[in-house]
């Protein structure tokens, strides 16, 4: 494995450990609406089987569960998963499965087994999120569905790379926002038919924010004097603004659901 | 919460792709083309190459 992806797969393993507890009862992260969205997009059967990429503490997955056959979560992170365990086993749910694993490499399953594939405010840490979406295809079957929701950065490239750069301050396991138009072309070429796009805004405060990721102090001042920047200056398109004195910026999400298709003869 | 056998069936190591199957004491997946052994821990099976340990 190159040190480049070995070093920032240790920086995520750091980040959501250290995260663990405090990203698992973030509220855009709990979400119950939001998550129902998902699940909505697959519309899962009694027979259903579904993948979560990612699946941390297992908001998605668990949601599945009473709604699907049978529900997996994957993730590179031991803290989380355990989370996502007390969790199950609190529920009393028999259905979800959690695997540690690296979802970045190939992923610990055959070839077309889920009916469907879901990951969710993940694709931005990954550094070949093409690949990802290429091993989130072949473990589907033909006619299954992919769903992959995240933050979209702006088209505009400078603008894009001005927002990224205050995410990466937060959150050093923060590889990259794609522009929307990017991220539905890495899953149209994973051979994938994409079939919707929504995409809906998220006020982001950013005191709350900066709380989750536990971000250092020196940092989180760089954060915000960035942010201040950006009320003044319009450089990131994220919508920087103070509500009351608070400060907040917007976080664009897309959920974009696709199709496998069935190979050509 | 035991493995079950229709997750064990879709389950392939990571490294060969290999079919695996559970250790007796159910505490582990073996991969006998690897000779490795991915840990089951608190009911989560670790399906990291670096962490499996050789098939003894």
Redesign the interface.
């Given at each position: 494995m190159p040190n480049q992806a070995a070093e920032h797969k240790q920086l995520i393993r750091e980040e959501f450990t250290r995260q663990a507890d405090a990203f698992a009862a973030s509220p855009t992260i709990k979400n119950p609406d939001r998550i129902a969205i998902l699940v909505d997009s697959v519309n899962p059967g009694p027979t259903t089987r579904v993948l979560e990429i990612a699946t941390g503490p297992g908001h998605i997955a668990l949601a599945f569960a009473p709604r699907c056959g049978?529900v997996?979560g994957?993730d590179l992170t031991?803290a989380p998963?355990?989370i996502a365990?007390r969790m199950?086993?609190e529920r009393g749910i028999?259905n979800a499965?959690?695997?540690?694993?690296?979802v970045e490499?190939?992923?610990?399953?055959?070839d077309d087994?889920?009916d469907a594939a879901v990951c969710r405010f993940s694709f931005h840490h990954f550094q070949n999120p093409a690949a990802v979406a290429r091993e989130m295809a072949r473990v589907c079957r033909a006619g299954g569905r992919l769903v992959v929701e995240d933050i979209g950065a702006s088209e505009h490239p400078e603008r894009a790379a001005y927002h990224n750069r205050f995410e990466l301050l937060r959150d050093t396991s923060h590889t990259r926002f794609l522009p929307l138009s990017d991220l539905i072309a890495i899953i149209a070429a994973a051979g994938l038919e994409i079939s919707s796009v929504r995409t809906d805004d998220i006020a982001n405060p950013v005191e709350r924010w900066l709380a989750t990721s536990y971000t250092p102090d020196d940092k989180a001042a760089e954060v915000r004097a960035m942010i201040e920047r950006d009320i003044r200056e319009d450089l990131s398109g994220t919508d920087a603004r103070r509500i009351n004195g608070e400060l907040y910026f917007t976080h664009r999400s897309a959920i974009i659901v696709a199709r496998k298709l069935a190979p050509r003869a | 919460?035991a493995?079950?056998p229709?997750?064990l069936d879709?389950?392939?190591?990571?490294k060969c792709?290999g079919d695996l199957h559970l250790t007796a004491p159910q505490d582990g997946l073996v991969c006998e083309a690897c000779k490795l052994v991915y840990p089951i821990?608190?009911?989560?099976?670790?399906?990291?190459?670096d962490e499996a340990k050789p098939l003894a």
């Open positions: 049978e997996v994957i031991a998963l355990k365990e199950r086993a028999i499965r959690f695997i540690q694993g690296d490499g190939r992923l610990p399953f055959e087994e889920f | 919460m493995l079950s229709e997750l879709i389950l392939a190591c990571p792709k821990k608190d009911d989560i099976p670790i399906m990291l190459i």
